[in-house]
């Protein structure tokens, strides 16, 4: 379960770059948002997860 969370995340983490990026070359501030947005969503479900981690470990 743990893995697939952490592939989740950085899924979601890559996804957000992309969107933040290709925000930012068009031009497409909402866009922009929704990538960083997205990108910080992935970045905290990471944190999460090498808590969990530290925890069992």
């Known amino acids: 379960m743990a893995k697939e969370e952490k592939a989740r995340a950085k899924k979601e983490e890559a996804k957000g770059k992309a969107k933040e990026a ?3 070359m068009v031009g497409n501030e909402e866009l922009t948002a929704e990538g960083k947005a997205e990108k910080r969503k992935g970045s905290a479900r990471q944190a999460k997860e090498k808590g ?3 925890f069992k470990g």
């Open 22 to 24: 290709m925000g930012r």
């Open 52 to 54: 969990k981690d530290t």
